[in-house]
């Protein structure tokens, strides 16, 4: 293949975007398959490891597809790496993706048909560009990523603000060009103690490690503070929904993975596609940590072997893409008929013991459908009770409560969970739901978390046959507290009993979700609280599909703190990002008849697609 290196892609700005492109043999013209990413067009993307260990360089990627008769195509981001202009996380990347791609389709190299591909970030710039109708754009493979609305999934969540964003743009900042360029600037950003700085939240702007590299200090700040869901939320690149019409009508390949930051994002967009565009969409859910395709465990739960993408789901990711591209950029016939096609890892199962690594064997297998939720999906209800037991019946006795004090100078620690890019602060996937020492802002001892005495924990007794937990979570608490503003967190956690390998049982974590009170009436108009004034909240944690076996008890716990994957909420009512007058919080669940406290789960049917009766 013959390789150009650094083309510079002059946009309406002015602003010039490094490029690199690889050209088959011979004249063309030929489809083009595109990448944008702001983690280095020239380095190996962590997307590329393969089950035998190869980790394949842009050169292997590329050659895959010049072989194949196509121009491939990496592009830095603006503001990174060897492209010009000053990085906005996320804001440029519609624009600047239409421009680049109206250049290409007038290259005489290029016959008009585009296809992209890329991880997390870049699949937040596939979208992005899809939302302007980009030249050429014919498919997409979006993978992990591609923001449907990023308020509610990706920045903030139930109104609370993703810490994650503070850990990658502390990370990101030192790769940036000023600090590259400048060695005591690098030099500074790198003594920075980024857990003392967790420990000493909430940041102020200019008092903050980024203080160093204000660009990326400001765009934080901005995201933090932007708490009300307005016209800043639903601007292009982060706000799919409010395009989908201009989206043109193409085949997409939808990925993410039920430990995975982007569950909503991907669910939601597949969603919207099926629902209102004619071309077939894939959908494929695993049970990974963000594009850890080819890792058959996701924190200290292993899946086993089925889990992998290699040999399970194709050859390889790299020729899955391939062949992805060469049946939608280089179509038999003009209309090519294909189906709806879904691929969800069903988790769970397993002996539930632990294997040589020392994780938890909890299982799994692939399931095949033509729709999501899967056929046979339907709502089951656990109501709340002042037992702290979760029970099939409506609660018929009169109204009863249960309280806990929430403290924001001492928040309940994040144990895993659905994220990504917490290094070195916080880690996803599921653990067992104890105090470990490995985990920041924990006691440390091992502890079950849910003894805390600022968490509530309702259980089921022993379930007498498998539940399979397939679809939306949603969880509708009637609650009251003694503060202006609060928080309200959910968690589902399967319970093995206890066996000789965890004497004490094990509490696996599924998935959680957050509400800031504040928002419970509306997204854009917050109000405050009035003190023991009892209101509805609802809390949607991500999606799941889980087995939980026979002999496992089903749990909830609710607290009103998950940090550090969520910025505490001090409770004060005071703006997004600050919190000088934190104070605590009795915050209190209700529960019976008029108020009833409710655990709602998408259970299959016993008998479902791709499984035995």
Not at 434 to 454: I, M, N, W, Y
Request: charged share 20%; aromatic share 10%.
């Amino acid at each position: 293949m013959r390789i150009v290196r650094d083309q510079m892609i002059t946009l309406r700005d002015g602003v010039q975007l490094a490029t690199d492109i690889y050209l088959p043999p011979g004249d063309g013209p030929w489809p083009v398959v595109i990448e944008r990413t702001p983690y280095d067009k020239s380095a190996p993307s962590r997307s590329e490891k393969r089950l035998d260990g190869v980790h394949l360089s842009r050169e292997q990627m590329a050659a895959a597809f010049t072989e194949q008769g196509f121009v491939a195509v990496f592009q830095d981001c603006r503001g990174r790496y060897g492209s010009q202009g000053v990085f906005s996380k996320y804001i440029n990347e519609g624009e600047d993706g239409y421009d680049t791609l109206d250049w290409i389709v007038a290259q005489p190299w290029c016959n008009g048909r585009i296809g992209s591909m890329g991880l997390s970030y870049a699949a937040h710039t596939q979208m992005a560009m899809a939302c302007c109708n980009a030249p050429g754009l014919t498919t997409m493979v979006l993978d992990s990523g591609g923001f449907a609305n990023a308020y509610q999934c990706g920045i903030r969540q139930g109104g609370a603000f993703e810490l994650k964003q503070a850990t990658w743009a502390y990370k990101q900042a030192q790769q940036s060009a000023a600090v590259q360029n400048d060695p005591r600037l690098k030099e500074a950003l790198e003594h920075e103690d980024i857990l003392d700085w967790f420990a000493r939240m909430p940041w102020r702007p200019g008092h903050s490690p980024l203080r160093h590299v204000p660009e990326y200090e400001n765009y934080l700040f901005e995201q933090w503070s932007h708490g009300e869901f307005d016209q800043y939320w639903k601007q292009l690149g982060i706000y799919a929904e409010g395009f989908y019409a201009q989206i043109p009508d193409i085949p997409v390949l939808f990925m993410s993975s039920w430990y995975d930051a982007y569950v909503s994002c991907t669910l939601d967009n597949f969603k919207a596609f099926t629902a209102s565009k004619q071309s077939p969409q894939r959908l494929i859910m695993g049970p990974w940590l963000h594009g850890d395709r080819n890792i058959s465990h996701s924190g200290n739960a292993e899946f086993g072997k089925a889990a992998n993408f290699d040999g399970n789901l194709g050859q390889d990711w790299l020729s899955c893409r391939v062949e992805w591209m060469q049946r939608w950029l280089k179509p038999a016939t003009p209309e090519q008929e294909a189906a709806d096609q879904i691929d969800v890892f069903l988790m769970g199962g397993g002996s539930g013991r632990k294997n040589a690594e020392g994780r938890l064997e909890h299982g799994g297998r692939w399931l095949k459908a033509p729709c999501w939720p899967l056929p046979g999906s339907q709502e089951h209800s656990l109501y709340l009770t002042p037992h702290q037991t979760l029970s099939s019946v409506p609660n018929a006795a009169p109204p009863s409560s249960l309280s806990y004090f929430s403290d924001p100078a001492n928040p309940v620690p994040t144990i895993g969970g659905s994220l990504t890019s917490g290094a070195p602060v916080f880690a996803g996937g599921a653990f067992n739901q104890v105090e470990s020492p490995d985990f920041f802002g924990t006691q440390g001892d091992h502890s079950p978390l849910c003894k805390r005495a600022d968490v509530l924990s309702f259980e089921t007794p022993p379930l007498e046959h498998d539940w399979r937990v397939a679809g939306p979570v949603k969880i509708e608490l009637w609650v009251h507290s003694s503060a202006p503003d609060t928080d309200f967190t959910a968690k589902l956690v399967d319970v093995y009993p206890p066996s000789p390998d965890y004497p004490e049982g094990y509490a696996m974590n599924i998935t959680d979700g957050i509400i800031r009170c504040r928002y419970h009436d509306s997204w854009e108009h917050p109000s405050p609280l009035t003190p023991g004034e009892a209101f509805k909240v609802v809390i949607e944690p991500f999606a799941t599909c889980n087995l939980f076996k026979r002999g496992h008890r089903l749990r909830l716990d609710i607290a009103s703190s998950n940090f550090p994957r969520f910025d505490v909420n001090p409770n004060s009512g005071e703006a997004q990002g600050s919190g000088e007058r934190r104070q605590v919080a009795r915050n209190t669940v209700l529960m019976g008849v008029g108020q009833a406290s409710r655990l709602v789960l998408t259970v299959l049917a016993q008998t479902t697609p791709g499984e035995p009766g």
